[in-house]
């Protein structure tokens, strides 16, 4: 299938810190998105890198893919208390998106 | 991008009760599908809404269960039937947008938190 798994579960940092969190996966894909979510909330899309890109930025977000490990990284920067929060990736090609467990981030103010 | 707009966005129902979800798109989009997360668990893709033609269901859901309607290109509904408290769960419209030839973009609404004593 093509469900991401996220690594870690979970994850406690201080606010100003950094935050990485891993996604692997095992079918070859045309991209890979990651997505937050906020308790009770939907998924906001956050962003998509294509398989043949190896690194993307957005504001205080860098994702990085490797093909041929078939993993991704989602580094959070200079964190926030409103970082906190659930971060999935969803490793696309031709079908739905299919979800992992996420790894839930705390940032403690 | 799309903007997703899903009612009801929390409701608590009856035992035994049905009760319709509905997904209105900013858009004209080909793809949509509704997932469902229960408490504390990831999303579970139910189904894709396809256009003119009946859902295709996953594993495990039904179309008695969960009927689905998808009158056009911007507007879908998701019903739960003969509800119980295991039905209890957000559930979400979520669309494709965008580049066929790189991989969609798929976008998500605020969800529908049901919860059913």
């Known amino acids: 299938s093509q469900q991401g798994e996220e690594d870690p579960q979970a994850l406690s940092i201080q606010e100003g810190e950094n935050a990485t969190m891993n996604c692997s996966y095992k079918?070859?894909?045309?991209?890979l998105q990651w997505y937050r979510q906020n308790s009770g909330r939907g998924l906001v899309h956050l962003i998509l890198?294509?398989?043949?890109?190896r690194e993307k930025h957005s504001g205080r977000l860098r994702v990085t893919l490797d093909t041929s490990k078939k993993s991704s990284s989602l580094l959070i920067t200079a964190s926030r208390a409103a970082d906190t929060a659930s971060y999935f990736c969803?490793?696309?090609?031709?079908?739905?998106?299919?979800f992992g467990k996420g790894t839930r981030l705390s940032v403690i103010a | 991008s799309a903007v997703i707009s899903q009612k009801p966005s929390r409701d608590i129902c009856q035992r035994g009760t049905s009760l319709t979800i509905q997904c209105q798109v900013d858009?004209?989009?080909?793809?949509m599908f509704w997932y469902r997360q229960q408490p504390g668990q990831s999303l579970t893709l139910i189904a894709t809404?396809?256009?003119?033609?009946?859902?295709?269901?996953e594993s495990g859901f039904v179309i008695d269960k969960f009927p689905i309607s998808r009158p056009n290109l911007t507007f879908s509904t998701l019903t739960v039937s003969n509800m119980s408290p295991e039905d209890s769960s957000i559930y979400l419209c979520?669309?494709?947008?965008?580049?066929?030839?790189?991989?969609?973009?798929?976008?998500f609404g605020e969800g529908s938190w049901l919860t059913v004593v």
């Open positions: 979520s669309v494709a947008v965008g580049d066929s030839s790189s991989g969609n973009t798929i976008y």
């Open positions: 079918t070859s894909i045309n991209n």
């Open positions: 890198i294509r398989s043949n890109e």
């Open positions: 969803a490793p696309r090609g031709n079908t739905p998106l299919v």
């Open positions: 858009s004209q989009v080909t793809m």
């Open positions: 809404a396809n256009q003119g033609s009946e859902a295709t269901y």
